[in-house]
């Protein structure tokens, strides 16, 4: 019902720059809160950046000043801009979406396949 495809994920050296994005298709309605995700191995799965329907943003302490998230809702977009890249920033990154369907009242979240990101010299 609903497919979330991530991409721009990729091999950088430390103070670099990437550009990924998550597109969103399917049989919806209205796209509530976006956001990006992070695991680096052997951790738990942290919050990066959200984004509301409005615009409004949060970002996880550790990305403040570096990354930036920003949305397309014409096309159902979210995009996370990461720069002054660090190795600490290695991690598969997953996006995420709350989405209300065109026939559900309710809306529900749903994820990416995930983007590896690597960080390294």
């Known amino acids: 019902q609903v497919e979330l495809v991530e991409s721009g994920g990729g091999l950088v050296q430390p103070g670099g720059s990437l550009r990924l994005s998550c597109a969103a298709s399917?049989?919806?309605?209205?796209?509530?809160?976006m956001a990006w995700h992070r695991q680096a191995p052997g951790k738990q799965r942290e919050l990066v950046a959200a984004?509301?329907?409005?615009?409004?943003?949060n970002y996880a302490d550790s990305v403040k000043g570096r990354f930036t998230i920003s949305r397309d809702n014409a096309k159902n977009t979210v995009y996370l801009q990461m720069n002054s890249l660090k190795p600490e920033d290695t991690a598969d990154y997953y996006c995420?979406?709350?989405?209300?369907?065109?026939?559900?009242?309710?809306?529900?979240?749903?994820w990416g396949q995930g983007t590896q990101v690597t960080v390294s010299s």
């Open positions: 995420y979406a709350d989405i209300r369907l065109l026939f559900k009242v309710a809306s529900d979240g749903y």
């Open positions: 399917g049989s919806i309605f209205r796209i509530n809160t």
């Open positions: 984004i509301t329907s409005s615009g409004r943003t």
